[in-house]
């Protein structure tokens, strides 16, 4: 048969399969599936949304040369360089993020210690972990229970090793935090505050919340009026190892140490009365907002109901470059703090 004669053939075909095409169309289109082709109402809507939150799993190294504030002089932090151990890269992290519902129950704290602790991984005879479990199972969950419309932000691992071991689970995020110096520089010249910074260590549970409590305000117990919707930190750590040479500074208004160099610096929580609940870490929790000073009357932003807690070891303490033995103190904590910061 030649091509053209096929082709005849063909066309001969052609209104049928039309025909046929058009019948299977009206067909599939009057199935009954096609009854849920209808519009979806709020509540409908609704439960397609989204409900699961985010996961970002994460590895990075940053660094700075220069960090500046002038004002009519300059306070310069120098050469900064946030690192792994060993200036190695900062890995295996892991963000969670989530909008709560009301009630809902999100990952927060060492709610993954309660975790383990229920499935009968870790020895509830050991008392952080015990606390642990009777602060982070919550409403059949673990972690905390936050209201409608609160963002959540919990940092934690992405791969916490044998789930048996809290020291897998304690050390799994490794870090290193080094500055060559921070200066202020004015008309008379250039002072040195610190220099030489390196510290070492982990980083536990961190979270940051942002409370959604729309305009809503309330009123500290120093009178300072505070917006109710705020960001909240919480956050433990430990460092194992740090080092620096303390040239001239004030720390929260209490020490003014010059020429001191400080080596072997260790800050933790394993000493005194307030280690319950804190696996061995440093702790601090702080909330920030806008807010109006009763004091001044002045518009800025607040920083309430600060708290840190935590021991620090200072095994090789010089003064002018000579030891002059070691330091340490035992259940340091900065509580009730409140400040307002504002321009002037």
Request: aromatic letters at 8%.
């Amino acid at each position: 048969m030649t091509r053209r004669n096929a082709c005849k053939r063909l066309e001969r075909f052609k209104p049928a399969l039309c025909r046929f095409f058009t019948l299977s169309l009206t067909a599939s289109l009057s199935l009954p599936v096609m009854a849920d082709f209808r519009p979806l109402d709020d509540s409908s809507l609704g439960n397609v949304t989204g409900q699961t939150g985010v996961t970002i799993e994460m590895e990075t190294k940053i660094e700075m040369d220069r960090l500046s504030w002038t004002d009519e002089g300059s306070l310069n932090v120098n050469g900064i360089r946030l690192s792994g151990h060993n200036d190695t890269v900062l890995d295996n992290l892991k963000l969670t993020l989530d909008i709560a519902g009301q009630d809902e129950v999100l990952e927060y704290g060492f709610s993954e210690i309660a975790r383990r602790a229920n499935a009968g991984l870790l020895d509830v005879s050991n008392p952080d972990v015990a606390d642990a479990l009777a602060r982070y199972a919550v409403g059949g969950g673990y972690g905390k229970q936050f209201d409608s419309g609160d963002l959540v932000i919990h940092l934690g691992a992405t791969d916490y090793g044998n789930p048996a071991s809290l020291d897998d689970y304690l050390q799994a995020v490794d870090f290193e935090l080094a500055v060559d110096s921070i200066e202020a520089t004015g008309s008379g010249g250039t002072a040195s505050l610190f220099s030489n910074v390196m510290l070492q260590g982990y980083i536990g549970p961190t979270d940051l919340v942002i409370r959604n409590q729309g305009n809503n305000t309330r009123t500290l117990a120093n009178g300072n009026v505070v917006s109710g919707s705020e960001l909240q930190l919480d956050t433990h750590f430990e460092i194992t190892d740090g080092s620096l040479d303390w040239d001239a500074a004030d720390v929260i208004l209490l020490f003014n140490f010059a020429a001191v160099g400080i080596e072997g610096l260790q800050i933790h929580n394993r000493r005194g009365d307030d280690t319950l609940g804190h696996f061995g870490m440093a702790s601090a929790t702080a909330k920030l907002s806008r807010g109006t000073s009763a004091a001044s009357g002045k518009e800025g932003l607040s920083i309430h109901e600060v708290d840190f807690r935590a021991d620090i070891d200072m095994p090789v303490f010089k003064v002018g470059g000579t030891s002059i033995g070691s330091v340490q103190f035992t259940d340091f904590a900065i509580k009730n703090t409140t400040m307002m910061v504002y321009g002037h």
